[in-house]
């Protein structure tokens, strides 16, 4: 079965430093979604891709993240400088657009510890 | 008021009881709503998604779409301890394909 593959698992940084999350869609998949889960809470979507282009990320705390998905294909998120706040689950999720009402799939996701 | 809605629990039952889960949504032309199983520490995972309104069975899990009260819920039967998971609703609100917004979750404990 295919999945969306993210790394690392685990990671973490101090505060200030700076850190980068790696996905890999589903092959195929010309939509891509990174999401932020903070313990007890829903995923939050931070930003959306539609091939290489950014749909939304009007939750993206653009001071601070930034987001690419350079040839359409795999996407880094980056956080710099990491505050405490941002520890998290960063959730990578993606969808072949037409069948995105049926729900998409998500990757295991990277989860953050900023100390 | 959030698209979606549910109760963060815990909801703790003897494993073979139905659990029952719901989520209120908050616009009535919602049309489309997915149920998500998350594992402590892992990524959520697609059980079942539902249009429009009635049920949606598969195996020991059903969906019910109520939109003259804008209610979606999960029964999941004969539950195990397997089935200990937070469970969350997600909709992709009024436009058609677009991101889906989460509730919050509700934690769910079978107890063996």
């Known amino acids: 079965e295919a999945e969306v593959a993210q790394s690392p698992r685990y990671k973490i940084t101090e505060k200030s430093q700076a850190v980068a999350f790696w996905c890999d869609p589903i092959?195929?998949?010309?939509?891509l979604y990174w999401y932020r889960q903070i313990l007890g809470q829903g995923p939050e979507l931070l930003v959306q891709?539609?091939?290489?282009?950014?749909?939304?990320d009007s939750q993206l705390p653009k001071d601070r993240f930034s987001a690419e998905r350079l040839k359409g294909v795999d996407s880094t998120l980056k956080i710099q400088p990491a505050e405490l706040g941002d520890s998290a689950m960063y959730l990578c999720?993606?969808?072949?657009?037409?069948?995105?009402?049926?729900?998409?799939?998500f990757g295991s996701g990277t989860r953050l510890t900023v100390v | 008021q959030k698209e979606v809605e549910q109760d963060p629990g815990p909801l703790s039952v003897p494993e073979g009881a139905i659990v029952s889960l719901n989520c209120t949504y908050s616009?009535?032309?919602?049309?489309?709503f997915m149920w998500y199983r998350q594992y402590s520490r892992k990524g959520p995972e697609l059980l079942m998604y539902?249009?429009?309104?009635g049920n949606k069975e598969d195996g020991r899990f059903t969906a019910q779409v109520d939109k003259s009260s804008k209610y979606i819920s999960l029964f999941i039967r004969d539950s195990q301890p397997s089935d200990s998971a937070t469970y969350l609703c997600?909709?992709?609100?009024?436009?058609?394909?677009?991101?889906?917004?989460f509730g919050g979750g509700t934690r769910v404990l079978v107890k063996p």
């Open positions: 999720a993606s969808s072949n657009g037409q069948f995105a009402n049926y729900g998409y799939t």
């Open positions: 092959s195929g998949h010309a939509t």
């Open positions: 891709f539609q091939d290489e282009s950014v749909v939304d």
């Open positions: 616009n009535s032309a919602f049309q489309y």
């Open positions: 539902t249009y429009s309104s």
């Open positions: 997600a909709t992709p609100g009024l436009i058609a394909g677009n991101k889906l917004t």
